[in-house]
């Protein structure tokens, strides 16, 4: 049975669960952690991005068989650091979400980013951030947003 | 049996897991939660564990809960709570741009609540309660018209419940109407204090007033101010509910195999290889393919792909984008249907001293929201319901009715965020909340009612299976005489026509589709002979409206010719287009504020690389409001280039949120540079050949210009800023790529290389 934690919770999976079940599908008609949006199921637009052991992954590309014993995973519904709340303040102080469907994404992606670097340049929020995408367009803001946070950080 | 469950228990604990404990719980945060999940197939309903309360979904601003006792509803559009709580009920989808915001600032500023008491819903379908002004009597979202539709309506709404509020403490101190002040949610007069709660049910007995007084605008202290937008907290923790995100108890999926070519049928169905997968519960034959419902998404979804179905081809269409478009440059060079005819534009053109002569071509483009299409559906004897982000309410629920067999009163539509849409779930055929009605019409034939079941579209469905913007051929004739005056004006368009079979068909003319000719029949500049005529062929490939609709490309052609015009005419492109547009005071207004603003005339800074830079412009109106945009690129050795900066100016009428406006300049000049740079449909074998954000490339961050936005002050009454933001930037691009290179680009996506 394989167990890993979900947002500090521990998670135990049966052997009946089909270990091609991606994480985003567990998150969200499983456990009911529907912040992680789907958007794409190829990895290609950021949507259904947690945090796997700190690390930004792309939950529809995760497939259960591959979740170690143990794992750690944060989904926007657990992410409650400094960097994260900083973060939060943030999009809410520049209005940065117009459709919201894309944000949980981009905080996860942007968490870890700012957990590593507080004071990141633009090329560093390109690199972070380009794999999450905003049909609404709200990058100008999520960049000015991003620096915000690091600012208010220290 | 559980198969996967959830615990606050430490890892490896050596506590034996309860089993079979209590487990109802829609959080995480309980001392010890205990989850169940059904993985297997079986029979019974075992996913209703966890149930979203529609009627907090699409609720905003999330205030304490309302204390019991009668709330006082003088309108259609507000309610105040005893605890003074004011929700406002929005008649128009929250998709982005801002109506839940918008809408419940007009009614704060009228009854000068504040606007942290301030809730927001989403309105249910109800034609005669919540049209759409500019639209008759039907309910829907579209054109931009959220705010110019409901300017004067929810300002009544809020000053009608003040004025019964005032009356109600003037009854109350024994003192007259005009002593009483109210401000920021306070009812007062000398010392005397009370909140609109307390108010609440004395004012309900008043009578509603038929014309409440408005405030003088010098007197708002919110229209024109800034409002924070009253979703962004909920958008920024994950806790807003869309479609996708709804659960109701028992509730399935249901994943669709659509036609590899449009309009292709079922011949045969194999299910065999469903046997064993997990989940399955049903198979239902749609119109437009094969649904497979089941217990979770990846059930539906890995029975989906397992199905093996022979297509009936007979029926489907069978063309590719390059036979669509021979057909189209064939039908360019006969007249089409007249739009508009000023002068004599041949004969002018004939003997005009220099002449242009130039041709455009448009792909399809798709929508691509970022919550590809669902809707929940439950259908019951006598009843339906159906959760959706809706933006064609009255069309949604006759459509849906029709198909159950039901009165569109028998169909109750709850309404929840979008997660963008940009005209795709204002669908004239009503076509995902149809297929969705087959489903639960299939399985009542089946023998099961009652159940609800979420019809989710994977982002290949989205991409594939429809609707797209249409593909559109424009040849363009234009000359000028021997001093560089435009002289003639020759503009022909053929494209399907979205209106054509839907709803809003009776909007065709004499044969013209006015959305396919807006921006070009309407052109604003004074060209004496100028001729614009049609054709709309009919072709089998499923089209609507996207986002600013017919100037999408009617922007394009018309701003990069005009520019192209004055390049001949040896002219700057400003100045020219402002010899034009003397009698366009709403177009000056946005030319003259960028051309200043962005420095046009200015030298540019040069580039560190060595790529070459410039600017171009291009100014268009559509939905009543008027925007300018002035770009700069920069072009690379290799004919890479780069959109580095846009300064934008809109004319909006006045600008209730000013930073809303903003946002959806941005936006829409970020949405139409990803079809600038990159959309493209290709129809190959009656099919799509695109299928995900890899072959369908959309703008991301790194490649977003930097954006600077000015509003032209006006007292005017508000027009839409939705759509309007999108058309200028294409041909803004195309024109500072001509500047920057003499090369002029008439196709879309823009390739300099190509």
Known sequence: ?154 | MNPIRMSRRPFMSTSPTAPGSAESTAGIQGRRVFLKVMAAAAGGLTLGIFSVDPARAATAKSGKTAASGPEFAPNAFLRIAPDSSVTVIVKHLEMGQGTYTGLPTLVAEELDAAWSQVKVEGAPADAKLYNNLQWGTMQGTGGSSSMANSFEQYRQAGAAARAMLVAAAATRWKVPADAITVKRGVVSQGDRKASFGELAAAAAKEPVPASPKLKDPKDFVYIGKHVPRSDSKAKSTGTAIYTQDVKLPGMLTAVVAHPPRFGAGVKNIDAGGLKGLPGIRFVVEVPNGVAVVANSFWDAKRGRDALKIEWDETTGFKYSSSDILADYKRLATTPGKVARNDGDAAGALAGAAHKLDAAYEFPYLAHAAMEPMNCVIRFDAGRAEVWNGEQYQTVDQAAVAKSLGLEPAQVTLHQLYAGGSFGRRANPHSDYLLEAAAIVKGMAAQGKRGIPVKLVWTREDDMQAGYFRPAYYHRLQAGLDAGGNVVAWQHRIVGQSILDGGPMADMIKNGIDPTSVEGAANLPYAIGNLHVDLHSPQVGVPVQGWRSVGSTHTAFSTETLIDELAVAAGKDPVAFRKALLASQPKHLSVLELVADKAGWGQPLAPSRNGAKRARGIAVHESFDTAVAQVVEVSVNADKSFTVDRVVCAVNCGLAVNPDVVRAQMEGGIGYGLSAALFGEITIKDGGVAQSNFNDYRVLRINEMPAIVVHIVPSAAAPTGVGEPGVPPIAPAVANALAAATGRRLRKLPLHLSA
């Not at chain 1, 590593?116 to 380009?130: K, L």
């Open chain 1, 1 to 154: 049975m394989p167990i890993f934690f979900v947002n500090k919770v521990r998670i135990d999976i049966a052997a009946s669960v089909p270990g091609d079940t991606p994480l985003l599908w567990i998150l969200r008609d499983s456990l009911n952690l529907t912040g992680t949006k789907y958007g794409c199921g190829k990895a290609l637009c950021g949507t259904c991005t947690v945090l796997v052991e700190g690390q930004p992954a792309r939950s529809c590309q995760v497939p259960l068989s591959s979740i170690k014993l143990g794992t750690d995973i944060t989904t926007i519904e657990g992410l409650k650091t400094r960097e994260a709340l900083a973060l939060q303040a943030a999009w809410e102080k520049l209005d940065v979400p117009q459709c919201g469907y894309c944000q949980s994404g981009q905080l996860m992606s942007a968490a870890a980013l700012l957990t590593r670097n507080r004071h990141p340049s633009d090329a560093d929020i390109d690199d972070a951030m380009a794999g999450n995408i905003c049909r609404c367009a709200t990058y100008a803001r999520i960049r000015a947003a991003i620096k915000d946070a690091g600012r208010s950080l220290g």
